[in-house]
């Protein structure tokens, strides 16, 4: 009865608890400086066209290499960001460099789109049309080669984020919804904002093969998208299968380990070339039947 009367006495000695809310402070305290110490980075991953297995954009994914932990996994430290009130200028830090990334690469010959996942956080961020318009700017990078991917929250003002989305597609921006699936107003957020592409969350795709709820959710996914006259996107496609049933059903791109890891953008260009290969092979076995 003691714990339950005093909640802080209980989590404080309850075991763990304690450990992970000093780790949790000094995440925090480190993550003020990483930006400053150069330890946040961007990798890139494409994602194709299914049925032409050309490049239809890359996304930036972004990576915290702390010299202690190693690779922080944004999981970890983007809610962390969140809840510190940080997320805004990390989130300004990607959205400038993936604009001069992309821009970089434009400049070598490879027109292609930059897709930024926003946090819903920032939403809240007064100027956020404005910083998305000078990352671009400052870059020289059209507005139609940015991609602004969000995620389904129960926690987003809708009325606030349909006046930003918006806004943004006006200037020529491309919307996509991430985690397709997995949210909890998937359908709400179609109907509200201005949206190009769904992307179907990569749990659907694991084990597409020996389950046929995912199979049918997958097919539904892409149907409704078409009728809709959206794209959609596959996410986590790791398997020569998980790619064959998406072709067969018309799914107009996809992504993940089975084409490419996300990667350091001077890997970019290589794996491009290499892709164009990589699908040809896949496309003459699927002919052959196999
Ligand atoms: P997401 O946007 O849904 O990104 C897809 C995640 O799946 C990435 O994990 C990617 O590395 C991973 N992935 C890609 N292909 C495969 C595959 O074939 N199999 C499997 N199992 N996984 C695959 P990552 O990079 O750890 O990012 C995790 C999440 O963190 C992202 O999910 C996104 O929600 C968030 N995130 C990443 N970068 C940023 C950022 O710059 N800002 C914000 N706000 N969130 C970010
Ligand atoms: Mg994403
Ligand atoms: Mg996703
Ligand atoms: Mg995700």
Same mark, same amino acid.
């Given at each position: 009865?003691?714990?339950?009367?005093?909640?802080?006495?209980?989590?404080?000695?309850?075991?763990?608890?304690?450990?992970?809310?000093?780790?949790?402070?000094?995440?925090?305290?480190?993550?003020?400086?990483?930006?400053?110490?150069?330890?946040?980075?961007?990798?890139?991953?494409?994602?194709?066209?299914?049925?032409?297995?050309?490049?239809?954009?890359?996304?930036?994914?972004?990576?915290?290499?702390?010299?202690?932990?190693?690779?922080?996994?944004?999981?970890?430290?983007?809610?962390?960001?969140?809840?510190?009130? %940080?997320?805004?200028? /990390?989130? #300004?830090?990607?959205?400038?460099?993936?604009?001069?990334?992309? @821009? &970089? $690469? +434009?400049?070598?010959?490879?027109?292609?789109?930059?897709?930024?996942?926003?946090?819903?956080?920032?939403?809240?961020?007064?100027?956020?049309?404005?910083?998305?318009?000078?990352?671009?700017?400052?870059?020289?990078?059209?507005?139609?080669? %940015?991609?602004?991917? /969000?995620? #389904?929250?129960?926690?987003?003002?809708?009325?606030?984020?349909? @006046? &930003? $989305? +918006?806004?943004?597609?006006?200037?020529?921006?491309?919307?996509?919804?991430?985690?397709?699936?997995?949210?909890?107003?998937?359908?709400?957020?179609?109907?509200?904002?201005?949206?190009?592409?769904?992307?179907?969350?990569?749990?659907?795709?694991?084990?597409?093969?020996?389950?046929?709820?995912?199979?049918?959710?997958?097919?539904?996914?892409?149907?409704?998208? +078409?009728?809709?006259?959206?794209?959609?996107?596959?996410?986590?496609?790791?398997?020569?299968?998980?790619?064959?049933?998406?072709?067969?059903?018309?799914?107009?791109?996809?992504?993940?380990?089975?084409?490419?890891?996300?990667?350091?953008?001077?890997?970019?260009?290589?794996?491009?070339?290499?892709?164009?290969?990589?699908?040809?092979?896949?496309?003459?076995?699927?002919?052959?039947?196999?």
């Amino acid at each position: 009865y003691h714990a339950k009367n005093m909640g802080y006495t209980y989590e404080y000695f309850h075991t763990g608890l304690l450990e992970e809310k000093i780790n949790r402070l000094k995440i925090e305290h480190e993550l003020i400086n990483a930006m400053d110490k150069g330890e946040l980075s961007l990798l890139y991953q494409p994602k194709l066209n299914l049925q032409t297995g050309n490049i239809i954009g890359l996304e930036a994914l972004l990576r915290w290499n702390h010299p202690e932990y190693g690779a922080v996994s944004p999981e970890v430290f983007i809610p962390i960001a969140e809840e510190a009130g %940080l997320i805004a200028s /990390i989130g #300004e830090w990607v959205l400038y460099e993936a604009c001069r990334q992309n @821009a &970089i $690469l +434009h400049s070598q010959g490879l027109s292609t789109i930059v897709s930024v996942n926003l946090s819903t956080k920032q939403f809240y961020q007064e100027d956020l049309v404005e910083v998305i318009t000078s990352a671009l700017k400052m870059n020289g990078l059209d507005p139609r080669f %940015l991609e602004i991917e /969000i995620t #389904e929250s129960m926690t987003v003002d809708l009325s606030k984020a349909t @006046a &930003i $989305l +918006h806004k943004l597609r006006e200037m020529g921006i491309q919307i996509s919804i991430d985690d397709f699936g997995t949210g909890f107003s998937s359908l709400n957020y179609i109907k509200n904002f201005p949206v190009n592409t769904l992307k179907i969350d990569q749990s659907f795709i694991r084990d597409l093969h020996n389950n046929l709820y995912d199979k049918t959710i997958v097919k539904t996914i892409i149907s409704m998208a +078409h009728h809709l006259n959206l794209k959609v996107v596959a996410e986590g496609i790791e398997t020569e299968e998980h790619l064959a049933f998406l072709q067969q059903n018309h799914c107009d791109g996809g992504q993940g380990y089975f084409f490419s890891k996300p990667l350091p953008p001077q890997e970019i260009m290589q794996k491009i070339e290499a892709l164009q290969q990589t699908l040809g092979i896949t496309k003459s076995s699927k002919e052959k039947g196999m």
